[in-house]
């Protein structure tokens, strides 16, 4: 059955991701990116707005988490097999390092997972070469070239998808800077970079130097990244730092506006960009979480029917279904009693997941309290080839052998991350303070009733009042010194457990019922990606 289109969302947009965490029986993600967008899909359909998604089809996913056989963390690829998606019969040709590459389109139906339309892409057909078809393999390939051929692919190659689609298409919105070339593309049809203005818009997601992807112009010449423009149109855009050409500085010459993904970030991403000449404003879309997906059906009964004793009893029916699976996975029992702490989501190294860790006797003093001990679950996944993260994950793993009241998972896809979002009594998020963009981990865990610990970075800044529905530590002003930042914010984050968390937790029940609900009441309706979805048409798409 065909979505109804309601009025005012009759723009057409096309909303280009490199992932899209729809559903866990599709592994098209790596992390908050993907959740994002995935969220986003879904709040775009309920809503009944006119968006297309159009993303990539990647043969082995990201990766699959495993262990070897000291309990260590492996890398593990196979091959993904879906049969929900619809051979639209759409192939479009796409040079590549100057080689034709035929792609060929798939689209994943409304229906199947209640989203908007998404169509995915493939190079991994019969009518290419084996290097064109190991394009789209694997998700942020490793190889510099393969994934400047991966960003082709999803701009121009999507672009292309949606002309031979005959589809109208309004607005081209890039969920971040992989799918640049779809800019390029606009303006070979139009030859002109005002008209591209009109219809390009695009959101920064990071901070991070890491996820603002540079590239040397010869060598992004050569891949023919950006169609077949006039080199002497591109460098009208003045994105080119010593030989680097920029993907975020060109995407903000390019598009009539953009957004961060916070309030904070907003701040972040102007001062970030300030010294550069004719970049487009950089307002904020606050991100959120899709309620329908990620929230609990008897919770949220529970909340809406202000039954707190309700709340309490199916927390701890969470918590032990939670423990079920720990226990498969690590063979340790976890105890629905005691105060279960979370931290998960991908592990990197300014996300400080061993930070809890830092002063290691204390840490073994709250683990092993004989009154009123906590217990900790760590999970996520780090890029497959960032050492310094596994590394991490393996320190965090030996602490874990050690006792029954830490663990570490492997398998952090939606499913898991959903069962640690119900099953959690806190939410622990404790980034370096101005490098996390958003983040969204603690949106879906505070609509299950975990009540959220965080500094007041990304959306905390927001969200987050101390005691009211949160706990919140104070953050080191120390930025330039970042062994001492750490050990600054890990005092903040004992102290913040010592003498609130837990004390709150085992002697003040009725507050902690009060912290949940109230908790509750703040994350609906604004971080509902209703909001986010319908602010996207405001803010950006009918500026």
């Known amino acids: 059955m065909a979505l109804e289109i309601k009025q005012e969302y009759e723009t057409s947009v096309a909303y280009f991701s490199m992932e899209f965490a729809i559903h866990q029986p599709f592994k098209g993600y790596s992390g908050g990116l993907g959740f994002l967008s995935g969220s986003h899909m879904r709040s775009a359909y309920s809503l009944g707005q006119n968006i297309i998604g159009v993303g990539m089809l990647w043969k082995f996913g990201y990766y699959d988490q495993a262990r070897n056989e000291d309990l260590t963390m492996r890398v593990d690829y196979t091959t993904k097999y879906y049969s929900f998606f619809e051979d639209v019969d759409i192939k479009v040709r796409v040079v590549v390092f100057g080689k034709e590459v035929f792609v060929k389109a798939f689209l994943l ?4 997972f209640d989203t908007a339309p998404i169509y995915f892409l493939t190079t991994d057909i019969p009518e290419n ?5 190991t394009i789209s393999h694997h998700l942020y390939d490793p190889n510099e070239e393969t994934r400047i051929a991966q960003s082709i692919i999803l701009g121009i190659g999507g672009g ?5 689609s005959n589809k109208k298409i309004d607005v081209y919105h890039i969920n971040e800077g992989h799918a640049l070339p779809i800019a390029f593309h606009l303006y070979e049809k139009n030859q002109n970079w005002d008209t591209v203005k009109t219809q390009f818009v695009f959101t920064t997601h990071t901070p991070e130097k890491a996820g603002n992807e540079t590239h040397n112009i010869d060598l992004l010449k050569r891949a023919s990244f950006f169609g077949s423009v006039p080199i002497e149109a591109v ?3 003045n994105a080119v730092d010593n030989g680097q050409f920029n993907y975020t500085l060109a995407a903000l010459k390019m598009a009539k506006k953009a957004n961060g993904v916070s309030a904070l970030h907003g701040e972040v991403a102007r001062k970030m960009w300030s010294k550069y000449e ?4 950089i307002d904020h879309i606050t991100n959120a979480q899709n309620v329908t997906y990620w929230a609990d059906k008897t919770l949220l009964q529970a909340y809406r029917e202000h039954n707190d004793e309700w709340i309490m009893y199916r ?3 969470l918590k032990k279904e939670l423990f079920e699976v720990i226990a498969d ?3 340790d029992i976890l105890d629905p009693d005691v105060l279960t702490i979370v931290w998960s989501r991908r592990f990197a190294g300014y996300k400080r997941p061993d930070l809890i860790m830092r002063d290691y006797d204390r840490f073994l003093k709250l683990i092993q309290h004989v009154d009123q001990p906590i217990q900790i679950i760590w999970a996520g996944k780090p890029y497959p080839l960032d050492s310094d993260a596994i590394t991490i994950f393996n320190k965090i ?5 050690q006792s029954n009241r830490a663990v570490i998972l492997v398998g952090y896809e939606l499913g898991l991350s959903a069962l640690l979002k119900k099953g959690a009594d806190v939410w622990l998020n404790n980034p370096r303070y101005t490098r996390e963009a958003s983040g969204t981990s603690g949106m879906t865990a505070a609509m299950n009733a975990t009540i959220n610990l965080s500094n007041r970075d990304g959306w905390m800044m927001e969200f987050g009042k101390h005691l009211d529905n949160s706990f919140i530590m104070e953050h080191s002003a120390q930025q330039d010194n970042v062994y001492e930042q750490d050990n600054e914010d890990a005092c903040f984050l004992y102290e913040t457990l010592e003498q609130c968390v837990i004390p709150m937790y085992y002697n003040e029940p009725h507050k902690w019922a009060q912290l949940i609900r109230k908790s509750m009441d703040d994350i609906f309706p604004f971080f509902n990606s209703d909001r986010m979805a319908d602010e996207y048409y405001k803010k950006l798409y009918n500026a």
Do not use: N, P
Not at 278 to 281: L, M, P
């Open 109 to 112: 139906k409304s229906e199947v």
């Open 129 to 133: 070469d084996y290097l064109s078809r």
């Open 160 to 164: 292309k998808v949606l002309d031979a």
């Open 235 to 237: 460098e009208q855009l």
């Open 278 to 281: 004719g970049i487009c404003y």
């Open 315 to 317: 927390k701890k029916q």
């Open 329 to 331: 996975q690590t063979g």
């Open 397 to 401: 793993l030996q602490t874990t052998l």
